[in-house]
């Protein structure tokens, strides 16, 4: 078992940049498929994107493509979400999550994770 805990949320301005961290305990770090989710009020919790094992290998929400980037650090177990160019539509609790499947590119669903963390808030206004 992995024990996620995100970090980094907080109330910016339109237009700012942000960047998440999601530190993990437990288990072999790198054993894991990262992802990063979102769920805003009366929403589904919507995909941003997900890494792989090693870090070669990030898959990426068609809409958010261009603006975020992942990353992680298996040294530090810590996965890292980059947000640019944040909007109000981006207000939402954020969540990291790993997954024991063997290909990122397999992990672009809710379903396909095993860990959650406690999600961090991020707020955008105008």
């Known amino acids: 078992q992995v024990q996620l805990v995100e970090s980094g949320g907080g109330l910016v301005q339109a237009g700012d940049s942000l960047r998440l961290s999601c530190a993990a305990s437990?288990?072999?770090?790198?054993?894991?498929?990262m992802g990063w989710f979102r769920q805003a009020p009366g929403k589904e919790r919507e995909f941003i994107g997900t890494i792989s094992w090693t870090g070669g290998r990030a898959y990426y929400a068609d809409s958010l493509k261009g603006r975020t980037t992942i990353s992680r650090d298996n040294a530090k177990s810590t996965v890292y979400l980059q947000m640019n160019s944040l909007k109000p539509e981006d207000t939402a609790v954020y969540y990291c999550?790993?997954?024991?499947?063997?290909?990122?590119?397999?992990?672009?669903?809710?379903?396909?994770?095993?860990?959650w963390g406690q999600g961090t808030q991020v707020t955008v206004s105008s």
């Open positions: 437990g288990r072999t770090f790198s054993n894991y498929v």
């Open positions: 999550a790993a997954s024991l499947l063997r290909s990122a590119a397999q992990a672009m669903g809710a379903k396909m994770y095993d860990y």
